[in-house]
């Protein structure tokens, strides 16, 4: 067990370099497991989530290895139809190897996934859509048993809930099925395009992603690829709040200007500078920011995966925001940020986020990823020392993550925890 020690109160100025995307990634890397060859996997970063999702693999009859210059590899070999209970319980994302199997073998033993503590999160769209391909499907002692009988068979399935996950995970059992499969109201996230590129390459024949309607004509084999992830939007965006509350001056580098549009235009709204070129955002915010509202959406609108960060951000801005979460219960963090001084109520669903002159540093306790992010924004702005515990949540989706603060003149290290 680790804690973060943040001591607060200084401007954070500089360049900061965006790792590969986390979310596509471990989209990816099961697809890769789809081919008869090795696939090489280039800008995987090097977080927690990542190595379990190999490490399920590995569990289950493939090669999965990092060579000298961090490339991944990833060599299919006869697969297993049972995922391991301990592994899978740690991560939403592990849930995909649910449509490896059944894309590869006919037939699926998944336990129940877990993750971050969000709310309720149920793998139902998941399910009903590998019905609809054919596979027989049952809930047994926490775990979900799925076969096919022979080769799954394409269908037009309704993804409720614009669902990412479901998204992806009938991206992969479709892509071996008989005949064409039809994805409506699926996810426009970059990292099903990114996932959708990548399919392709090993000869998928996908078509629509980036859309709602996806179409995927089921193929009898696909070949192992080389590809390159994607840029993090998420971990962009963090380092790009850190700039606003500490009224601060950063560029990321390597990004995608375009996947970050809805908070680069909430920013604006709020009073802060943006510059875009090809690859590079800047935000500088010279002064403190005016309040906005937000409400979360899927892609295109505004990430959820953000609206922690960005009340924090908001804690300290002028005036009074109402920001609404739509896709998942992301309210739990709140009560540590008015340990720190913050005047926040929330409402059901939204955070009505009232900002003050200054936070004051404390002993916070994160319950998520994202959480644990807020809290360490808004520990480099506030007065004093702030300690963040739960920092394994903050591992499993940021790479070198005190190293890159550092960089940008934040005081902030990992201490043990005393027992």
Known sequence: ???????????????????????????????????????ILYHVPEEEDIHTM???????GIQAWRDQDKA??????????????????RMRASFYVAGLLLARKGEAQVPLPGGCSLGSRPVDFHIRGFQAL???????????????????????????????????NLMLAASLAQGTTILENAAREPEIVDLAI?????????????????RIEGVERMKGAQHTILPDRIEAGTYLLAACITQGDITVE?????????????????????QEDETTVRVAAPQRLRAVDVETAPYPGFPTDLQQPFVAAMSLAEGTSVIRETIFDRFRYVDELLRMGADIRVERDTAIVRGVI??????????????????????????????????EHLRRGYEHFEDKFRALGADIHAEPVES
């Open 134 to 168: 054919g596979a027989e499907t049952s809930i047994e002692h926490g775990m979900m048993i799925a076969r096919s009988p022979g080769r799954l068979t394409g269908t037009r399935y309704f993804i409720n809930r614009s669902s990412v996950g479901a998204t992806v």
């Open 72 to 89: 991944l590899h990833i060599l299919p070999g006869e697969l297993k139809t049972e995922a391991p209970y301990e592994l899978v319980r």
């Open 198 to 214: 990548f399919m392709n390459t090993m000869g998928a024949n996908i078509r629509g992603a980036g859309t709602n309607v996806i």
């Open 1 to 39: 067990m680790e804690k973060l020690v943040i001591r607060g109160c200084r401007r954070l100025q500089g360049r900061v370099p965006i790792s590969g995307a986390k979310n596509s990634a471990l989209a990816i890397i099961p697809a890769a497991a789809l081919g008869d060859g090795e696939s």
């Open 358 to 391: 200054k936070l004051t540093g404390a002993p916070v306790e994160a319950t998520d990823l994202r959480a644990s992010a807020a809290l360490v924004l808004a520990g480099l702005a506030a007065e004093g020392v702030t300690e963040v515990l739960g920092v």
């Open 54 to 60: 190999c490490q399920i693999l590995q569990e289950l």
């Open 254 to 274: 390597d990004v995608v200007p375009e996947h970050l549009n809805a908070l680069l235009r909430k920013l604006q709204e709020a009073g802060a500078e943006v």
